[in-house]
């Protein structure tokens, strides 16, 4: 007995236990049942396979379900899960029911009055064989619609995937109270098995066509060359160059010789042996053959593709076309490289005009001086005041030009030093500076507070002039009232995770206007008068370009008849953007 089609089921009939036979056959033996249910199954089995669309493959699922169970209505439902829920039965295909009916169960969730509910809510295949007897559908408001549509008896199986993941529901109705034997739901078992590997598989090749086109979308929509790569490069699958680079047509191994200039194809390599290794994201900007024979630049970036084995499958890349971006930055580094020398030259003209100048003033400001105090000497008895007034101005103009010559050769020197930072111990210095100043100290009577300092790193003469400038300048700027007093604190603090020094200078002189503060550092600025204090106005500034050097900060607060507090902050160890 052969069953070629779903649709012969239709000239077999079943006994009680279940076993097919032909109308015009009172029985047959168990053998040929057997045989015919294995036939019918593997029928039902290649109709499946053959189906490739998922609408057309659930359809076939609820007709096979209805050929083997014999029923007049079948359904097929797919799980939809909510989080923390079981989830709801959506209908995908159905057998024997009207739009009407289709349209009303379209949705079936655990706790509706049907079989698939119960199922669902059991997570196993449920049987009613009468509705009309069914303990849990007694008060259900779905049960007289089973029975008004002439149905008494259903049952749902689950399909289950080979995981164990619940995938949807297959029901089948009969229009009489019916109980179906065993053998029809072990064949139903069988359906529901293949029916939810199929599922999985249907599932999966659409979900893939899908990532396809959305890929094939998304390389269309881009102007980036796109390329594929095997595991270890020495293939290139597949390239569309968007006539920038020429097209590989097919896969080809010299891709290397092909696109990439001699001088760059060790770089190239290199970064793909590390990216390979790591297995992580390959990017280079390197130069290439264009589609022209031309020399342009890409921008390439890579992604390895990585198999369930945890080695890499394939790499999948893009390139961008910066040759235009690549020129203008190569002549803009040209025009800054040509503007950073002349800048440099000139620099370093200013530099030598600037210690020419002072170093030749200094030979005629020398003789002012010597031959004003031979020419005060000489006329000593004979001047008048006047003329003794006019010869003291001389002199001491000639002395303030004298030190304003000095300071603009420290200025203007002093980026010719040129020297490794070093180790230093601020106390040694101060300790110095106090020495050198020892006559000025004596005279004003100033008393000098400090604690102990902590070493740091620099140019140990910058270091000196530093210090040397403020307290050249407390001093200086003391108040004839009160005794100088020049206290130095200093401690260790963390700046962007680096170790810093801060040092205070405090004193109780004259004092300043704080709304000098932002001005008191620039070139030659003078907030009191030549006449009564002298100096360049060079020191501060000067102070200000030391502790910048020195990858620092200086600033000052201060008030009028009060005093002055200059903070210095300074690494403690100087990194490699020290410009000694």
Known sequence: MRISTISELADYTQDSEGYISTKSSLSKERLEAELADARLLHQLSIELIQEDGTAGLYKKIVEAAVAIMRSQYASMQ??????????????????????????????????????????????????????????????????????????????????????????????????????????????????????????????????????EQRLRALTTATNDVIYRMSPDWTEMYYLDGRNFLN????????????????????????????????????????????????????????????????????????????????????????????????????????????????????????????????????LNNGLTEHAREYTEKILESASRMATMIEGVLNYSSMNAIEQQPEMLNLNNIISDILDDLEVLIQQKDAVILRNQLPQIEGVEVLIYQLFYNLINNSLKFCRQSEKPVITINANIISVDSRPFCRIVVTDNGIGFDPDHSSIIFNTFTRLN????????????????????????????????????????????????????
Not at 111 to 123: D, E, I, P
Not at 304 to 312: A, S, T, Y
Not at 545 to 560: C, M
């Open 78 to 211: 797919m799980l939809y899960p909510d989080p923390g829920n079981v989830g709801r039965l959506r209908l995908l295909a159905s057998s024997g029911f009207s739009q009407e009916a289709e349209k009303f169960w379209e949705w079936v969730h655990r706790n509706t009055g049907s079989s698939c509910g119960a199922a669902l809510r059991a997570q196993r295949r449920v049987v009613i064989p009468d509705f009309s007897t069914c303990d849990f559908m007694q008060n259900m408001p779905t049960l007289p619609l089973f029975l008004e549509a002439g149905i008494f008896s259903a049952q749902s199986t689950p399909l289950y995937s080979r995981s164990g993941k619940l995938l949807g529901m297959i029901s089948t109705h009969w229009n009489f109270p019916h109980t179906p034997p065993q053998r029809h739901l072990d064949l139903l078992d069988i359906l529901a098995r293949l029916a939810a590997d199929l599922i999985e598989r249907t599932q999966t090749a659409e979900a893939l066509r899908d990532s």
């Open 529 to 580: 008068s030549k006449n009564r204090y002298d100096g360049t106005g060079l020191g501060l500034s000067l102070s200000k370009k030391i502790v910048e050097r020195h990858n620092g900060t200086i600033e000052a607060d201060g008030l009028k008849n009060v005093g002055a507090i200059f903070t210095i902050t300074l690494p403690v160890k100087q990194d490699g953007n020290f410009c000694g």
């Open 247 to 378: 097209n590989t047509g097919e896969s080809i191994n010299n891709w290397l010789q092909k696109y990439i200039p001699p001088e760059d194809r060790e770089q190239v390599n290199t970064v793909i042996q590390e990216a390979i290794k790591t297995k992580c994201v390959f990017q280079l900007e390197h130069r290439v053959f264009k589609a022209d024979g031309t020399a342009g630049w890409i921008f390439s970036r890579a992604i390895p593709i990585i198999g369930k084995d945890g080695n890499i499958t394939e790499w999948f890349g893009a390139a961008s076309d910066i040759t235009e971006k690549k020129s203008f930055l190569m002549q803009l580094e040209g025009i800054v490289d040509k503007r950073t020398k002349e800048l440099q030259r000139s620099n370093e003209d200013l530099q030598q005009f600037a210690h020419v100048a002072s170093h030749d003033l200094k030979e005629p400001v020398r003789k002012i001086r010597t031959f004003g105090l031979r020419l005060k000497n000489e």
